[in-house]
Protein backbone atom coordinates (compact mmCIF):
# COMPACT_ATOMS: atom_id res chain seq x y z
CA UNK A 1 0.00 0.00 0.00
CA UNK A 2 1.29 3.54 -0.95
CA UNK A 3 1.33 6.08 1.63
CA UNK A 4 1.86 10.10 0.79
CA UNK A 5 3.03 12.17 3.89
CA UNK A 6 3.69 16.03 2.92
CA UNK A 7 5.16 18.06 4.86
CA UNK A 8 6.83 21.97 4.81
CA UNK A 9 3.54 24.10 4.55
CA UNK A 10 3.56 27.33 6.66
CA UNK A 11 2.50 31.40 7.14
CA UNK A 12 5.20 32.93 4.86
CA UNK A 13 4.99 36.67 3.18
CA UNK A 14 5.02 37.49 -0.57
CA UNK A 15 8.14 36.83 -2.13
CA UNK A 16 9.09 34.04 0.30
CA UNK A 17 10.12 30.65 -0.73
CA UNK A 18 9.49 27.16 0.93
CA UNK A 19 9.97 23.88 0.12
CA UNK A 20 7.72 21.13 0.75
CA UNK A 21 7.93 17.55 0.79
CA UNK A 22 6.11 14.09 0.14
CA UNK A 23 7.76 10.86 1.49
CA UNK A 24 6.55 8.52 0.01
CA UNK A 25 6.68 4.80 1.72
CA UNK A 26 5.24 1.70 0.06
CA UNK A 27 5.74 -0.26 -3.42
CA UNK A 28 8.70 0.97 -5.70
CA UNK A 29 8.93 4.66 -5.49
CA UNK A 30 11.19 5.05 -8.74
CA UNK A 31 8.39 3.24 -10.66
CA UNK A 32 5.76 6.15 -9.98
CA UNK A 33 5.34 9.40 -11.68
CA UNK A 34 5.09 12.16 -9.17
CA UNK A 35 3.03 15.50 -8.64
CA UNK A 36 1.88 18.43 -7.00
CA UNK A 37 -1.21 20.02 -6.57
CA UNK A 38 -2.84 22.50 -4.81
CA UNK A 39 -6.81 23.24 -3.81
CA UNK A 40 -7.53 27.07 -2.47
CA UNK A 41 -10.70 28.00 -0.24
CA UNK A 42 -14.15 27.26 -2.39
CA UNK A 43 -11.75 26.16 -5.48
CA UNK A 44 -11.36 22.98 -7.26
CA UNK A 45 -8.09 21.03 -7.58
CA UNK A 46 -5.71 22.89 -9.62
CA UNK A 47 -2.18 21.19 -10.99
CA UNK A 48 0.92 22.61 -9.97
CA UNK A 49 3.86 20.80 -11.32
CA UNK A 50 4.81 16.77 -12.26
CA UNK A 51 7.68 14.52 -12.88
CA UNK A 52 8.18 11.47 -14.29
CA UNK A 53 9.86 8.57 -12.43
CA UNK A 54 13.99 9.26 -13.21
CA UNK A 55 13.15 12.58 -12.74
CA UNK A 56 13.94 13.72 -16.40
CA UNK A 57 10.32 15.16 -17.56
CA UNK A 58 8.79 17.59 -15.72
CA UNK A 59 5.80 19.92 -16.38
CA UNK A 60 4.25 22.85 -14.96
CA UNK A 61 1.45 24.95 -14.12
CA UNK A 62 1.67 27.99 -16.34
CA UNK A 63 1.51 29.77 -13.18
CA UNK A 64 4.05 28.19 -11.37
CA UNK A 65 6.47 28.25 -14.29
CA UNK A 66 9.79 30.18 -13.52
CA UNK A 67 9.33 29.99 -9.39
CA UNK A 68 8.43 26.45 -8.54
CA UNK A 69 11.04 23.44 -9.38
CA UNK A 70 9.83 19.86 -8.76
CA UNK A 71 12.47 17.29 -7.77
CA UNK A 72 12.42 13.58 -6.68
CA UNK A 73 15.26 11.80 -4.94
CA UNK A 74 14.78 8.24 -5.89
CA UNK A 75 17.36 7.25 -3.19
CA UNK A 76 15.08 8.90 -0.16
CA UNK A 77 11.72 7.81 -1.89
CA UNK A 78 10.86 11.57 -1.42
CA UNK A 79 9.35 14.38 -3.94
CA UNK A 80 10.17 18.10 -3.58
CA UNK A 81 8.14 21.04 -4.70
CA UNK A 82 10.12 24.45 -4.26
CA UNK A 83 8.29 27.24 -4.39
CA UNK A 84 10.38 30.75 -4.83
CA UNK A 85 8.69 34.03 -5.16
CA UNK A 86 5.26 32.61 -3.53
CA UNK A 87 2.34 34.68 -4.20
CA UNK A 88 -0.65 35.37 -2.27
CA UNK A 89 -2.45 33.14 -5.01
CA UNK A 90 -0.59 30.24 -4.39
CA UNK A 91 -2.14 30.17 -0.96
CA UNK A 92 -3.93 26.70 -0.64
CA UNK A 93 -3.64 23.11 0.63
CA UNK A 94 -0.93 21.33 -1.50
CA UNK A 95 -1.20 17.62 -2.55
CA UNK A 96 0.86 15.19 -3.43
CA UNK A 97 0.35 12.63 -5.67
CA UNK A 98 1.73 9.38 -7.00
CA UNK A 99 0.94 7.43 -10.31
CA UNK A 100 2.02 3.63 -11.36
CA UNK A 101 1.03 4.27 -15.31
CA UNK A 102 2.76 3.53 -17.88
CA UNK A 103 5.01 6.26 -19.83
CA UNK A 104 2.92 6.70 -22.82
CA UNK A 105 -0.60 7.53 -20.84
CA UNK A 106 0.99 10.08 -17.84
CA UNK A 107 3.30 11.64 -20.89
CA UNK A 108 -0.29 12.77 -21.75
CA UNK A 109 -2.31 13.04 -18.83
CA UNK A 110 0.46 14.51 -16.37
CA UNK A 111 -1.74 17.25 -14.86
CA UNK A 112 -5.06 15.12 -15.14
CA UNK A 113 -6.17 14.62 -11.58
CA UNK A 114 -7.28 11.28 -12.36
CA UNK A 115 -3.51 10.11 -13.37
CA UNK A 116 -3.39 9.91 -9.95
CA UNK A 117 -4.04 6.87 -8.17
CA UNK A 118 -2.52 8.07 -4.38
CA UNK A 119 -2.90 11.46 -2.28
CA UNK A 120 -1.26 12.78 0.71
CA UNK A 121 -3.40 14.73 2.77
CA UNK A 122 -1.97 18.12 2.39
CA UNK A 123 0.11 20.65 3.72
CA UNK A 124 -1.45 24.29 3.83
CA UNK A 125 0.54 26.76 2.58
CA UNK A 126 -0.47 30.28 3.37
CA UNK A 127 1.18 33.34 1.32
CA UNK A 128 0.61 36.88 3.12
CA UNK A 129 0.82 39.98 1.20
Known amino acids: QVQLVESGGGLVQAGDSLRLSCAFS????????MAWFRQAPGKEHEFVAAINWSGSIVFYADSVKGRFTISRDNAKNTAYLQMNTLKPEDTGVYYC??????????????????????WGQGTRVTVSS
Open 26 to 33: GYKFNEHA
Open 97 to 118: AAAHTPFSSWRVSAEAKDEYRY
